[in-house]
């Protein structure tokens, strides 16, 4: 190993352990998420609201163990199809003393027309716990 690369080894491992605050997923309806009418399941994206959400707190207090205790609103603003591809925008928005909230924002289509492309939007609140399920403050 270099001089260069050992010394870059021991910058990086004395940084603190980063937190995200803020992230970007992107999914694919497939033909399985589909209702009986040919639109996205409302269900699946709740799902995925949830599974994003779940992930971005994981991400931002590692060692943690969340569960889901709300979630805002939920109004489906527009239709998705088979083959659209989702982007979902992830920012922490407050943060309690055993909780977390995160507003999760769900886009169709490219980056171009996004804005306009909304076709979802909710607050998603977690709370830390413990192995037993009793809350836990945050770290």
């Known amino acids: 190993m270099s001089l260069f690369s050992i010394s870059v080894f021991s910058l990086f491992k004395s940084l603190p352990l980063c937190h995200l605050s ?3 997923n992107h999914k694919l309806v497939m033909p399985e998420h589909l209702n009986h009418f040919g ?3 409302g269900g699946y994206l709740l799902q995925w609201v949830d599974e994003y959400a779940w992930i971005a707190a994981t991400l931002d207090y590692p060692g943690s163990n969340f569960v889901t205790i709300g979630m805002d609103k939920v109004e489906f603003k ?3 199809r ?4 989702l982007r979902f925008d992830v920012e922490r928005t407050r943060e309690g003393t055993t909780s977390v909230e995160y507003g999760v924002k769900v886009f169709r289509g490219d980056g171009k027309d996004a ?3 909304m076709i979802f939007s909710t607050g998603v609140t977690l709370v830390r716990v413990d192995e037993k399920g009793h809350k ?3 770290p």
């Open 22 to 24: 803020s992230m970007e």
């Open 39 to 41: 639109f996205l399941f």
């Open 78 to 80: 527009k239709s998705v």
């Open 82 to 85: 088979q083959g659209t591809i």
């Open 115 to 117: 804005e306009k492309n």
């Open 136 to 138: 836990q403050p945050l």
